[in-house]
């Protein structure tokens, strides 16, 4: 069965600083991969996906992620992160229509 | 709009006791899944209905039972509770069970604490 792998557990950042979140899935073929964010206090909410095509993808909020099909990683990316960033950070893929979660990355951004 | 509400949003029970747990999907959904998310976890799906009809079921025992009704609302229902089905229960509903069409949106949950 897919797995993900979330490697960074708790991310401590200033603002400004550049991020990148790590996410590996566990076998490959057509995969379908997203990103959520939970804010403290709010529901899941949806930052990315990707399902084919340019393996760069733009998402809410400065958020970008990239696709390496090779590594069978998606990997989170900001070139400058807020305070309000401060969120616990989830990558899922699907496995027969229903989303796989990573155990998420808790990250918190000091001002 | 309204998005996916969940009710009740919090929940104690006793061990042994039964649970029945409620989801509005987004108005136009007609897919509905749960997903159970233990603190320090990622959420872990346990069913997934489309027009009523189950399509798919993780890895729970079978005291963890659901359903969908007519109007695509759901109920997730738990017997015999353990302690260790304290957790957070997440609803999310999407247009259809195949994310093509457009991506699972989460409700807030309902915090199930067993004692």
């Known amino acids: 069965a897919q797995s993900v792998s979330q490697h960074n557990h708790h991310v401590i950042l200033s603002e400004a600083a550049s991020l990148e979140l790590g996410c590996n899935y566990s076998y490959g073929g057509t995969v379908n991969l997203f990103w959520y964010v939970q804010y403290p206090g709010q529901h899941l909410q949806l930052l990315l996906k990707y399902f084919s095509g340019d393996p760069l993808v733009k998402g809410i909020k400065g958020f970008e992620a990239e696709f390496i099909k090779s590594k069978f990683s998606f990997n989170l990316r900001k070139p400058s992160v807020q305070w309000s960033d401060t969120a616990e950070y989830f990558c899922a893929v699907t496995d027969t229509d229903k989303l796989i979660f990573g155990t998420g990355t808790r990250l918190q951004v000091f001002p | 709009d309204a998005g996916v509400t969940q009710s009740p949003t919090h929940l104690i029970k006793t061990r042994g006791q039964q649970v029945t747990l409620r989801c509005s999907p987004i108005?136009?959904?007609?897919?509905v899944s749960w997903y159970q998310q233990v603190l320090g976890q990622g959420p872990q799906f346990i069913f997934q209905?489309?027009?009523?009809?189950?399509?798919g079921r993780g890895n729970f025992p079978d005291r963890f039972s659901a359903r969908q009704f007519p109007n695509y609302s759901s109920e997730l229902n738990v017997n015999a509770l353990l302690l260790g089905d304290s957790a957070l229960y997440l609803c999310?509903?999407?247009?259809?069970?195949?994310?093509?069409?457009?991506?699972?949106?989460f409700g807030d949950g309902t915090r199930l604490s067993i004692l």
């Open positions: 209905y489309y027009e009523k009809e189950e399509r």
């Open positions: 108005s136009g959904h007609k897919s």
């Open positions: 999310a509903s999407s247009l259809a069970p195949h994310l093509v069409v457009g991506p699972q949106h």
